[in-house]
């Protein structure tokens, strides 16, 4: 199977609305947080877009022949902590990860990951790389174990008021 990756074009806009909306029904059947992949996978494209101008940020879209088969964001995000380095600070940042159902565990998800850590390391101040993952989404814990991300910090929720 040969995976071609190039960075999106409005060609790709419908799949990756697809694609938003599959994986945010993902994280939703994981968390009580997640709005309705529905609601919110055009409204999200625009938002990562727009974040991605902001920040030197690409979506870079995985294609088997013309079908689009993953993507993955990423941009620079700064921090202002007084008290971790400033290669922590200043690092590059996956936003988004997807793979379409079909395509899944044929290393559609480990090529588009090295893609954006190509793009990012091209950037002369990104030493670093941090992503967010949802405690309960296991497939994506062990796809970003195998690429060699290990847990930094844990983000805690609890609810305080109904
Ligand atoms: C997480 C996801 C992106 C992985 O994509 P993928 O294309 O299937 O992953 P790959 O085939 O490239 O697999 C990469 C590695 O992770 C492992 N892996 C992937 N999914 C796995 C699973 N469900 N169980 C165990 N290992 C898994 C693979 O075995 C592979 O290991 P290897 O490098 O030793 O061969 C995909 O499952 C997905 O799109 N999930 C829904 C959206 C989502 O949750 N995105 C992440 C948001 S943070």
């Given at each position: 199977m040969?995976?071609?990756?190039?960075?999106?074009?409005?060609?790709?806009?419908?799949?990756?609305?697809?694609g938003?909306?599959d994986?945010?029904?993902?994280?939703?059947?994981?968390?009580?947080?997640?709005?309705?992949?529905?609601?919110?996978?055009?409204?999200?494209?625009?938002?990562?877009?727009?974040?991605?101008?902001?920040?030197?940020?690409?979506?870079?879209?995985?294609?088997v022949?013309?079908k689009v088969v993953g993507?993955?964001?990423?941009?620079?995000?700064?921090?202002?902590?007084?008290?971790?380095?400033?290669?922590?600070?200043?690092?590059?940042?996956?936003?988004?990860?997807?793979t379409h159902p079909d395509f899944r565990n044929k290393?559609i998800?480990?090529?588009?990951?090295?893609?954006?850590?190509?793009?990012?390391?091209?950037?002369?101040?990104?030493?670093?790389?941090?992503?967010?993952?949802?405690?309960?989404?296991?497939?994506?814990?062990?796809?970003?174990?195998?690429?060699?991300?290990?847990?930094?910090?844990?983000?805690?929720?609890?609810?305080?008021?109904?």
């Open positions: 040969s995976i071609i990756i190039a960075p999106y074009t409005p060609a790709d806009r419908a799949a990756v609305i697809e938003n909306i994986l945010q029904e993902t994280e939703r059947r994981l968390s009580e947080f997640c709005l309705p992949g529905i609601d919110i996978g055009e409204l999200y494209l625009d938002h990562l877009l727009e974040l991605n101008r902001k920040q030197h940020g690409v979506i870079l879209v995985a294609k022949g013309e993507f993955i964001s990423c941009r620079i995000e700064r921090d202002e902590s007084v008290t971790t380095t400033d290669d922590l600070n200043t690092h590059g940042y996956i936003s988004d990860a997807w290393g998800f480990r090529a588009l990951n090295t893609a954006a850590e190509e793009y990012l390391a091209q950037l002369p101040e990104i030493k670093i790389v941090k992503l967010n993952v949802l405690a309960k989404n296991t497939p994506a814990i062990l796809a970003y174990g195998k690429a060699g991300y290990r847990i930094q910090e844990l983000t805690y929720a609890k609810r305080i008021k109904p």
